[in-house]
Every structure is written in structure tokens, then in C-alpha cells.
């Protein structure tokens, strides 16, 4: 059962947990890897290197606006293929993140806190909130 008096607040606990791991991926790769650095790491998994600014700037984007609650559901689930890629990246390496090369609970955990995030909306305190498309809608006979 959902406590319809705290439930919101839940949610933004969470939305501003997801969004700082997202901005926070971000800025691992921009401060600690470099843009070159991680440009190189793509490149050396037969990605393009071009890859690397694009996927920056939309974890960090898309981290700030989940964490201010600017359409959160939906960004965190526009979210989810960038860390597919890199889930895909990790899963040789075993599960736990701490393993060479970083194992795939890290980013699995992401993923599936977006899409969680994606499901039960942007909580309180949320800048702009959008319902889902199908939510309202009169069943059509």
C-alpha cells in the first residue's frame, strides 16, 4: 500500500538521489577521465570517440533536470539506453562494481531507479511534472 501523505516526498528523495548519481557519472568522466580520455576508452571498444561529449552533456543535463524535477520521469527514462551502453560495457567484468574495469551493479542500479522513477512520477517539489500519456485517459470501448 502507497501513504498517499508521504509518498511525494519519497519520490523526491529519490529523484534527487538519481539525479545527483546521474551528474555525478558526468563529472567522473569530465574531471577525473577527461573528455579525451573517455573519448579514447570509446574509441578503444570500437565506439566512435565523437560519442564522448554527447554523452556527457546528457548525463549532466539530464542529471540537473531530474534533480530539480524538470520533467524527471521523462528524462530519466530517455535516460536509460545511455546507461544500456554502458551496462553493456561492464557486464564481462562480473557484477560488482568494485571488480577491474568496474562490473555492471552500478549502472543496472541507475537503470532501473530511472525507469522506477519513470513509473511513479516526479514527486514534490518538482519545477515542471508531466502525467504519463495514458494516465486520465477514458478507456476507449
Known amino acids: 500500500m502507497i501513504d498517499s501523505r508521504t509518498a511525494p516526498y519519497g519520490v523526491f ?22 573528455i ?16 564522448a561529449w554527447p554523452v556527457v552533456l546528457a548525463e549532466l543535463i539530464g542529471g540537473l533536470l531530474i534533480l530539480v524535477g524538470f520533467y524527471a520521469r521523462h528524462v530519466a527514462l530517455l535516460l536509460i539506453p545511455v546507461m544500456a551502453g554502458a551496462m553493456s560495457v561492464h557486464i564481462p567484468n562480473g557484477w560488482l562494481f568494485s571488480a577491474t574495469g568496474g562490473g555492471w551493479e552500478y549502472p543496472a542500479f541507475l537503470i532501473v531507479t530511472s525507469f522506477a522513477l ?4 516526479d514527486g514534490a517539489f518538482a519545477l515542471r511534472s508531466r502525467p504519463l500519456f495514458f494516465v486520465g485517459r477514458p478507456a476507449v470501448a
Open 36 to 51: 579525451p580520455g573517455f573519448a579514447g576508452f570509446l574509441g578503444s571498444l570500437g565506439l566512435p570517440e565523437a560519442l
Open 13 to 34: 528523495l529519490l529523484r534527487v538521489a538519481l539525479g545527483a548519481m546521474w551528474v555525478s557519472h558526468a563529472l567522473l568522466k569530465y574531471v577525473v577521465f577527461t
Open 118 to 121: 519513470w513509473l511513479i512520477g
